[in-house]
């Protein structure tokens, strides 16, 4: 990598200091420092230097001895301190040194303090590694019987699918990028070609789907321009109202704006017609000037006598009349002629009086399901102003998916941590002098086949709780002693956590395009749009991944796995015929929500909350009399810029452990 490509791979700007590193490094740059202007260039230099270090190797530690020798001269020549307290910084903040890499330092062998981690999932795991690292007695704790949480991997045989996470969207810029240097993770890029089907299995014409994708990208950017552009604050009678509410407002508004074009359209075509009409008469009124005027000329040439001059002027007059008369009678005919054309031109070009016929409200219902399976929730509880606040952070290059299935990640982190799974945190006691964490152990008793009550006390200097916003919702009134204070409970409350299933089915052999990653079936109706609206080819196994998104996510949960498997088969069957199509030889359901260790899939949005909601998530809380915060917070739902990812996570994670070691380890 080059420096600025390292720079942009650890998310900072290349040539300017953040806001971080500007009050970190204040002494260096501030305009009373004579050297300030080449201080902020050095410090940029040593920075993007040592990220292109380690981006370029982040299989191995990077340690200090390195850089020294590294560090071209003569830019850096006895900057030793200066280098130093830059790499330490760099090190503090996670932008180097993390994830899955070869130690060559030894770790310190006298734990600095002693940190309960909650959860296993990305979040935890990271967090409690970089623990470990920076040396610090870290013990986790997982309810499950298993590691990854919401990251997944059914294996059987020849088959994986990830019934949770299963994209990296994009690596520019992506921590993820460095794992997978780090680990085996076998990225490869998603196809975005993606045809639709309808529900009897016909492909919808290309054009046609292009043309409603346009119109579906034209309601969002006309609801994004309702939102910043104009002086609309989103609320209608007071209450905020949804992105699905305003989608179905404008769609109203665009079916008034055709019926008005329409209503218009043939106003004009009457008029047209009427004009035509009063043409026409007048056509006949001038016939029959004609007829007249050349009666009377017939008469007067029969009556003509010779060297009367008197006469011949009248006859003269009179043809000078007729002559005119004719003239008009052409003009009138042209004159009709046009009308008329223009008249068939319009009843030929009547304006659609429909703005989307039964089958385009089909593909446009898709297009939705598709976004609420990317916010895991119906459109309807999705904040107008702020469903998309992380847009503008969104990493660059394709969206890939992990071949090898996505659990070789938090197995790969896991690797020499203290974990104690089937372990559920029950109660987390904080006070001034540290945590107390009730725990309840979660295995089945195998002679009842009902859960231990088994509980053990562990007790540590700070607990890092990284349970799903989900499970936070359930059981914060009796999971935390004291209860959280009324500022974090709200935030809970507020933000939104969302539902999405998948359907894995795995046959025998291939029956659809192998080239192709995805294709859909737009829905019969719009209530049950979410329903196996999409379908993913991903793995070397014949496997298809199936959705179920939206407001089918959580109905579907009530539903057998028979009946949903061959619902979802019906679906295959109505596209690819019935004889292609045979019963899968393993089939998983996911039920997210009824899970209890996650109840639920992702955060998103909702309609009373913001992004602020996300950062109030991660504050820690600091006990009465503490001089230190004793309860820390990860998770998708903590990271404001990167919610509902496993990216998000992670960083969530790495962010906790620089709070801890800035709390018990202290300031570099
Ligand atoms: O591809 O990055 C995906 N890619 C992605 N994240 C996904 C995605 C979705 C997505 C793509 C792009 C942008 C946004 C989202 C699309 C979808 O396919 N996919 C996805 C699909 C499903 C079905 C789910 C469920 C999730 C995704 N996600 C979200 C990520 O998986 C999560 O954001 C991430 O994995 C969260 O990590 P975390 O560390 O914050 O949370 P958990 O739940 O993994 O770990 C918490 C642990 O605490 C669990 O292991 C749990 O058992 C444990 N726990 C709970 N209560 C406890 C407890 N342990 C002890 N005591 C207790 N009382």
Same mark, same amino acid.
């Given at each position: 990598a080059d420096l600025e490509m390292a720079a942009t791979a650890s998310r900072l700007p290349f040539e300017k200091m953040t806001l971080e590193e500007a009050q970190f490094f204040e002494d260096l740059i501030n305009e009373e420092n004579k050297n300030h202007i080449r201080n902020y260039k050095l410090f940029l230099?040593?920075?993007?230097?040592?990220?292109?270090?380690?981006?370029?190797?982040?299989?191995?530690?990077?340690?200090?001895?390195?850089?020294?020798?590294?560090?071209?001269?003569?830019?850096?020549?006895?900057?030793?301190?200066?280098?130093?307290?830059?790499?330490?910084?760099?090190?503090?903040?996670? %932008?180097?040194?993390?994830?899955? !890499?070869?130690? @060559?330092?030894?770790?310190?062998?006298?734990?600095?303090?002693?940190?309960?981690?909650?959860?296993? /999932?990305?979040?935890?795991?990271?967090?409690?590694?970089?623990?470990?690292?920076? $040396?610090?007695?870290? =013990?986790?704790?997982?309810?499950?019987?298993?590691?990854?949480?919401? @990251?997944?991997?059914?294996?059987?045989?020849?088959? =994986?699918?990830? *019934?949770?996470?299963?994209?990296?969207? /994009?690596?520019? $810029?992506?921590?993820?990028?460095?794992?997978? #240097?780090?680990?085996?993770?076998?990225?490869?890029?998603?196809?975005?070609?993606?045809?639709?089907?309808?529900?009897?299995?016909?492909? @919808?014409?290309?054009?046609?789907?292009?043309?409603?994708?346009?119109?579906?990208?034209?309601?969002?950017?006309?609801?994004?321009?309702?939102?910043?552009?104009?002086? !609309?604050?989103?609320?209608?009678?007071?209450?905020?109202?949804?992105? /699905?509410?305003?989608?179905?407002?404008?769609? #109203?508004?665009?079916?008034?704006?055709?019926?008005?074009?329409?209503?218009?359209?043939?106003?004009?075509?009457?008029?047209?017609?009427?004009?035509?009409?009063?043409?026409?008469?007048?056509?006949?009124?001038?016939?029959? #000037?004609?007829?007249?005027?050349?009666?009377?000329?017939?008469?007067?040439?029969?009556?003509?006598?010779? /060297?009367?001059?008197?006469?011949? !002027?009248?006859?003269?007059?009179?043809?000078?009349?007729?002559?005119?008369?004719?003239?008009? !009678?052409?003009?009138?005919? =042209?004159?009709?002629?046009? *009308?008329?054309?223009? *008249?068939?031109?319009?009843?030929?070009?009547?304006?659609?009086? =429909? %703005?989307?016929?039964?089958?385009?409200?089909?593909?446009?219902?898709?297009?939705?399901?598709n976004l609420e399976f990317a916010n895991a929730t119906p459109l309807s509880k999705l904040s107008l102003k702020h469903w998309d606040q992380d847009d503008e952070f969104e990493f660059t290059g394709p969206h890939m998916t992990v071949r090898n299935g996505y659990s070789c990640l938090p197995i790969a982190l896991s690797e020499g941590l203290d974990i104690r799974l089937a372990s559920a945190a029950k109660c987390i006691k904080y006070t001034e002098s540290g945590v107390e964490v009730e725990i309840e152990s979660t295995k089945p008793c195998a002679s009842l086949n009902i859960k231990t009550a088994k509980t053990e006390v562990e007790k540590a200097d700070a607990v890092l709780v990284t349970i799903p916003l989900g499970c936070l919702k359930e059981k914060k009134p009796t999971l935390f002693d004291p209860a959280l204070p009324k500022w974090k409970s709200d935030a809970v409350d507020r933000l939104g956590f969302g539902n999405l299933n998948k359907i894995i089915l795995c046959f025998d052999k291939i029956f659809w395009d192998p080239h192709l990653n995805l294709f859909g079936q737009v829905p019969l109706m719009t209530k049950s749009r979410g329903e196996s609206f999409l379908f993913w080819n991903l793995y070397k196994a014949p496997v298809l991944l199936s959705l179920?998104?939206?407001?089918?996510?959580?109905? *579907?949960?009530?539903?057998?796995?028979?009946?949903? @498997?061959?619902?979802?088969?019906?679906?295959?069957?109505?596209?690819?015929?019935?004889?292609?199509?045979?019963?899968?030889?393993e089939a998983v359901v996911t039920r997210w929500k009824s899970d209890p260790w996650s109840r639920g899939s992702y955060s998103f949005v909702s309609v009373d909350s913001s992004g602020s909601d996300y950062d109030i998530l991660a504050e820690a809380i600091t006990p009465k009399n503490s001089s230190v915060p004793r309860v820390f917070f990860a998770g998708e739902h903590t990271i404001r810029n990167y919610p509902a990812t496993v990216h998000g996570a992670l960083l969530s994670g790495l962010r906790e452990s620089t709070k801890i070691a800035d709390a018990f380890i202290g300031g570099l």
């Amino acid at each position: 990598a080059d420096l600025e490509m390292a720079a942009t791979a650890s998310r900072l700007p290349f040539e300017k200091m953040t806001l971080e590193e500007a009050q970190f490094f204040e002494d260096l740059i501030n305009e009373e420092n004579k050297n300030h202007i080449r201080n902020y260039k050095l410090f940029l230099y040593i920075r993007n230097k040592i990220l292109q270090m380690w981006v370029d190797n982040p299989k191995v530690q990077l340690v200090i001895e390195d850089i020294l020798n590294k560090i071209d001269p003569p830019l850096a020549k006895n900057e030793n301190i200066l280098i130093l307290r830059i790499f330490k910084y760099l090190e503090r903040y996670n %932008y180097i040194n993390y994830g899955v !890499f070869k130690r @060559i330092t030894p770790l310190t062998s006298m734990p600095l303090a002693k940190v309960i981690v909650i959860g296993a /999932g990305i979040a935890g795991l990271t967090a409690a590694r970089q623990l470990r690292e920076f $040396g610090f007695r870290v =013990v986790l704790y997982e309810a499950r019987d298993r590691i990854g949480g919401r @990251i997944a991997t059914f294996r059987k045989g020849q088959y =994986v699918a990830d *019934m949770g996470a299963m994209v990296v969207t /994009g690596l520019g $810029g992506n921590p993820l990028a460095i794992l997978s #240097k780090q680990i085996s993770l076998d990225l490869v890029k998603v196809k975005q070609k993606c045809p639709l089907y309808d529900t009897n299995g016909r492909m @919808i014409q290309k054009d046609r789907d292009e043309i409603i994708e346009k119109e579906f990208n034209k309601l969002l950017e006309a609801t994004s321009y309702l939102t910043h552009n104009l002086d !609309f604050d989103c609320k209608i009678d007071n209450k905020a109202i949804s992105l /699905g509410d305003a989608l179905e407002i404008l769609i #109203k508004l665009q079916e008034k704006f055709v019926k008005k074009k329409q209503i218009e359209h043939y106003a004009k075509l009457i008029g047209e017609q009427e004009k035509f009409k009063s043409m026409s008469d007048k056509l006949f009124e001038v016939k029959n #000037k004609i007829k007249l005027l050349s009666h009377n000329l017939e008469s007067l040439e029969e009556q003509k006598i010779k /060297g009367d001059c008197v006469h011949e !002027f009248e006859i003269l007059c009179a043809k000078r009349e007729l002559k005119l008369k004719c003239q008009e !009678f052409n003009d009138i005919t =042209v004159c009709l002629e046009e *009308m008329q054309k223009k *008249m068939t031109a319009m009843e030929e070009n009547q304006p659609c009086g =429909v %703005y989307l016929n039964i089958a385009d409200r089909q593909v446009l219902d898709w297009h939705f399901a598709n976004l609420e399976f990317a916010n895991a929730t119906p459109l309807s509880k999705l904040s107008l102003k702020h469903w998309d606040q992380d847009d503008e952070f969104e990493f660059t290059g394709p969206h890939m998916t992990v071949r090898n299935g996505y659990s070789c990640l938090p197995i790969a982190l896991s690797e020499g941590l203290d974990i104690r799974l089937a372990s559920a945190a029950k109660c987390i006691k904080y006070t001034e002098s540290g945590v107390e964490v009730e725990i309840e152990s979660t295995k089945p008793c195998a002679s009842l086949n009902i859960k231990t009550a088994k509980t053990e006390v562990e007790k540590a200097d700070a607990v890092l709780v990284t349970i799903p916003l989900g499970c936070l919702k359930e059981k914060k009134p009796t999971l935390f002693d004291p209860a959280l204070p009324k500022w974090k409970s709200d935030a809970v409350d507020r933000l939104g956590f969302g539902n999405l299933n998948k359907i894995i089915l795995c046959f025998d052999k291939i029956f659809w395009d192998p080239h192709l990653n995805l294709f859909g079936q737009v829905p019969l109706m719009t209530k049950s749009r979410g329903e196996s609206f999409l379908f993913w080819n991903l793995y070397k196994a014949p496997v298809l991944l199936s959705l179920v998104a939206g407001e089918s996510a959580s109905l *579907m949960e009530n539903v057998s796995d028979d009946i949903v @498997i061959s619902r979802c088969i019906a679906v295959l069957r109505a596209i690819f015929g019935n004889n292609q199509v045979p019963q899968p030889r393993e089939a998983v359901v996911t039920r997210w929500k009824s899970d209890p260790w996650s109840r639920g899939s992702y955060s998103f949005v909702s309609v009373d909350s913001s992004g602020s909601d996300y950062d109030i998530l991660a504050e820690a809380i600091t006990p009465k009399n503490s001089s230190v915060p004793r309860v820390f917070f990860a998770g998708e739902h903590t990271i404001r810029n990167y919610p509902a990812t496993v990216h998000g996570a992670l960083l969530s994670g790495l962010r906790e452990s620089t709070k801890i070691a800035d709390a018990f380890i202290g300031g570099l």
